[in-house]
């Protein structure tokens, strides 16, 4: 399924608003302008607040973006009260082609360019152990550990929202918790959900492993990537599932 990327759908938002403006202007029934006016209204400040919070500007950069639109609506409206020359119908539709034109071009070459691509690598095996000094019947029974990364890329030149893949895991094989779900996550930051233009980002991608705390030798598991955790495996496995998430930008 095709996603339009941040940029071009915060471009589609400005460009919408420049052509409701233009036909506001060009309509010459009360009513109609009116509405064309509000909507246009309506659509940049749907604009704005996309682009504070997909492009993350900052309290400097939200001030100065605030400050600019004010400055652009106090300009509109000091034009029109002045009295903005009615441009003809032919030039109205004229505006209004050039903007779908550009607007098609803009969806096109974000098609043209592809999504973010995500591909996770696991490591051929993971062996944890309980440290000494944690030695303790009431210690947590698990042992956080690296299983792999998952690595993604943006070929396009827009920015791109980042929504890594979904993974869990289970434990097969002559294991001490046979069937046991596993909990694997990512080292991605809680508020990072951007990808740049021509960018690639790779995180680690860990699991929380079950080992008894009084345990004194280690435990080594193999891992593999699938989605069956019902059938035998010779080693104690880890399989790591992966299933993709549903991005919305």
């Known amino acids: 399924m095709f996603d339009l990327s941040i940029t071009v759908k915060a471009a589609l938002l400005l460009l919408a608003f420049i052509a409701l403006f233009v036909a506001g202007v060009a309509l010459e029934r009360d009513v109609l302008d009116v509405v064309a006016f509000a909507l246009s209204g309506v659509t940049y400040v749907v604009f704005v607040g996309y682009v504070v919070v997909r492009y993350s500007p900052g309290e400097t950069g939200t001030f100065l973006l605030l400050a600019m639109s004010a400055g652009l609506f106090v ?71 690296e299983v792999g990364t998952v ?43 951007t990808i740049g233009a021509s960018a690639t980002k790779s995180y680690a991608v860990r699991a929380e492993l079950p080992i008894d705390p009084n345990r004194t030798e280690s435990q080594t598991y193999a891992i593999e990537q699938g989605h069956d955790c019902s059938t035998e495996r010779s080693e104690p496995t880890l399989v790591v599932q992966v299933s993709q998430s549903d991005t919305i930008d």
């Open 151 to 193: 690595t993604a890329s943006n070929p396009s030149p827009f920015l791109r929202a980042l929504d890594l893949p979904s993974l869990s895991g289970c434990l097969v094989g002559p294991t001490e918790h046979p069937d046991d779900s596993v909990f694997i996550n990512t080292d991605i930051k809680w508020d990072e959900d």
């Open 75 to 145: 300009g509109l409206g000091y034009a029109l009260r002045a009295g903005i020359p009615t441009p003809s119908q032919r030039t109205a539709a004229a505006a209004l082609g050039g903007l779908l034109i550009v607007s098609a071009g803009l969806v096109g070459a974000d098609a043209l360019s592809g999504g973010v691509a995500y591909d996770v690598q696991t490591n051929e095996s993971v062996t944890v152990s309980v440290p000494e000094t944690e030695h303790t019947p009431n210690r947590y029974p698990y042992i956080e550990a």
